[in-house]
């Protein structure tokens, strides 16, 4: 499965993926709480677990979907480029898409030679009409299996026989729990203060968890 993951999604989406459905998730138990204020805790597992379900197809949906519209918009650019009434124009077309942080590093001029090598390797391909793809399908998928498998632990104590209150509370916990360890797992990748992004999307989540509290979840 974590080769799944790393085949079709980069460590960013990795990351934004678990976060926004961790916190999503917060929501969700604080949401259906309030429309449940006697439920027992299979109600209350059911309708949490649904919402995370709902929310991990439609993010898997979108990620197909933004896929294929920013190849559909390079396809655009590709052609752009092409149809360029002169070499310098079709330069500057390409010089307002090509960008990474590096880049900046770089001198005019040779940011100009880069601009003209993109320029030589358009003019050897065919723009390709954008369509989805199978690695589209599976990057999908990806997503919607990371959201489920990172929410799963934060639905799991309603399965158990405890007060539905309490329950609701070991929810939060645990969603918090692993919130601070994703915010170590991030700090790790781009090699910032662990701790600080650790202790930033826990108080995201407490504040999250408070407001619900606050408005009777």
């Known amino acids: 499965m974590r080769a799944f ?20 998730a917060l ?8 429309g449940h204020e006697e439920a027992d805790n299979h109600a209350l597992f059911i309708g949490i677990f649904g919402c995370n379900l709902a929310w991990a197809i439609v993010d898997g949906v979108m990620f197909v979907l933004t896929q294929l519209f920013e190849r559909g918009r390079q396809a655009k650019v ?38 003209r090598r993109v320029l030589e390797l358009l003019r050897r391909s065919t723009p390709e009409d954008a369509r989805v793809r199978r690695a589209d399908l599976l990057g999908g998928l990806a997503v ?6 990172a929410t799963l632990p934060v639905v799991a104590p309603f ?15 645990v969603a918090l ?19 600080r992004l650790a202790a930033g999307l826990t108080l995201v ?13």
């Open 177 to 195: 729990m692993e919130l601070f360890l994703l915010g170590m797992w991030w700090g790790r990748m781009v090699g910032g203060g662990l701790l």
């Open 144 to 149: 919607a299996l990371i959201i489920l498998l």
């Open 78 to 115: 590709a052609r752009d480029v092409l149809k360029a009434p002169n070499e310098e124009a079709a330069l500057q077309r390409i010089g307002d898409e090509v960008g990474f942080p590096l880049l900046s590093l770089t001198t005019p001029e040779e940011r100009q030679q880069i601009h």
């Open 5 to 24: 993951f790393h085949r079709h999604l980069d460590p960013a989406d990795w990351l934004g993926e678990i976060l926004f459905g961790l916190i999503m």
């Open 159 to 173: 399965l158990t026989p405890v007060n539905p209150n309490v329950a609701v509370r070991i929810s939060n916990g």
């Open 205 to 217: 989540g407490i504040v999250l968890v408070f407001i619900t509290i606050v408005l009777g979840g």
């Open 27 to 34: 929501g969700f138990t604080g949401a259906v709480r309030l």
